[in-house]
């Protein structure tokens, strides 16, 4: 028999009986609907992450002081007064591997307009901190150099301060006290939102280091150093460059403890990625269990199909079909369902993840490999599930299945 022929027969049995073939294929759709769904909405969280964590710096690396030990105690992360200016400036010369530097003043602080006011974070930074951040200005301009130099009190408010303080105005040339101390703003930024750790990364106020270390701190202490590496290949090339220089400015001998600690964005995208992506595969494994479900229901329906058509493969085998035409035959029959309930199950996946993402305002990325591979699984479900009714009927002897009432 040809091959038309086969798929023209095995369609015409399916159609005979409609919702036994529906009922089998049930098993299949809502297998692969879990599967893909599931697997689009992890694909998107673990996509959502990176960006998350893209906003906050571009190959940002993070250098904080270690903390003190006393007594037996340890302190804090950063109450080790260990990082200096010095070190910025050493950090800067490695133009190979690093491509901004900005030390990081960080006061908390409560900040004065008028009759308003408002506690938040005051970051004394340098003129590379809007390209390490990716922050963008909405108005006005950034400080310069020069305003470093100057000790400048010139300050650029995050989307939130300005909400607080001045409520639907552009504050831009007016005065904000911090710590009783006026300072002209001279631009906002544009809002980013929260980060990844759900910290408001519009909550803040940003003036020069030089004016945060000498005019509102103690003139020494830097509570972070952020550093851009050239490119995300060269970060973990950065980081050894940017820890080998704070030893040797720090007089650390070898086997000594750093007196700094750095983390960096790869390691907050590898950690929430293996998060996401474990809790992505179990799901998976247990929609997979309804695929294996589906598989014996249309073996199990197959079998009672074979014991239905006994007598028809009979009839057949005895005008010339060979055991080999029965037994494709039945195989096609149930690729056929395992397909049906594959492609009604990836439709179905499809409108669940993205009903789930809109709902939830949740990312959705699905993978044409993904849909290739569900499609792949529910023919092989079908082959291997169908392969025993198959050989079962292809064996039956012609006289006998006549006989079969």
Do not use: C
């Not at 010369?93 to 900040?111: C, G, K």
């Not at 906002?188 to 990844?196: A, D, N, P, V, W």
């Not at 060269?234 to 700094?260: C, P, S, Y």
């Amino acid at each position: 028999m040809k091959w038309r022929k086969l798929v023209k027969v095995a369609f015409q049995s399916i159609l005979k009986n409609r919702m036994r073939s529906l009922l089998t294929t049930l098993g299949m759709i809502i297998g692969v609907a879990s599967v893909i769904s599931l697997l689009a909405l992890g694909k998107g969280s673990q996509e959502d992450i990176k960006k998350q964590v893209a906003s906050l710096g571009t190959n940002m690396i993070i250098v904080h002081p270690s903390s003190t030990f006393s007594g037996g105690v340890r302190g804090g992360s950063g109450s080790l007064a260990t990082l200096t200016m010095d070190d910025v400036e050493s950090l800067r010369e490695q133009t190979d591997l690093i491509r901004y530097v900005s030390p990081d003043v960080r006061l908390s602080e409560q900040i004065i307009s008028g009759k308003n006011n408002w506690n938040t974070n005051v970051n004394g930074v340098s003129v590379d901190y809007l390209d390490i951040r990716n922050y963008v200005l909405s108005s006005g301009s950034f400080f310069t150099s020069r305003d470093i130099k100057a000790k400048s009190k010139v300050a650029v408010l995050g989307n939130t301060v300005v909400n607080e303080l001045f409520p639907g105005q552009d504050p831009v040339g007016t005065r904000i006290r911090i710590r009783n101390v006026p300072f002209t703003v001279i631009g906002t930024l544009e809002s980013k939102g929260q980060s990844s750790m759900g910290m408001d990364q519009d909550d803040i106020v940003l003036i020069p280091d030089a004016t945060a270390l000498y005019r509102l701190s103690d003139g020494k202490t830097i509570r972070a150093v952020v550093v851009s590496a050239v490119s995300e290949e060269k970060m973990t090339e950065a980081q050894d460059r940017v820890t080998e220089i704070l030893r040797r400015n720090h007089k650390l001998k070898e086997g000594e403890e750093d007196d700094f600690h750095i983390s960096n964005q790869t390691e907050i995208i590898s950690m929430a990625g293996k998060v996401t992506g474990t809790l992505t595969a179990l799901l998976s494994a247990i929609a997979g269990v309804s695929l294996l479900v589906g598989g014996i229901g249309i073996m199990n329906i197959m079998l009672v199909s074979v014991t239905e058509r006994t007598r028809e493969i009979g009839i057949r085998m005895a005008i010339g079909a060979r055991g080999t035409d029965i037994l494709v035959q039945f195989l096609i029959e149930a690729v056929i369902l395992s397909l049906i309930g594959g492609v009604i199950g990836i439709l179905a996946g499809l409108g669940i993840a993205y009903g789930i993402g809109a709902a939830m305002g949740a990312t959705v990325l699905v993978s044409p490999a993904i849909v290739f591979l569900a499609v792949a699984f529910t023919a092989g479900v079908g082959v291997f599930f169908g392969f025993y009714p198959a050989r079962k009927a292809a064996n039956l002897n012609p006289i006998e299945a006549l006989r079969y009432e």
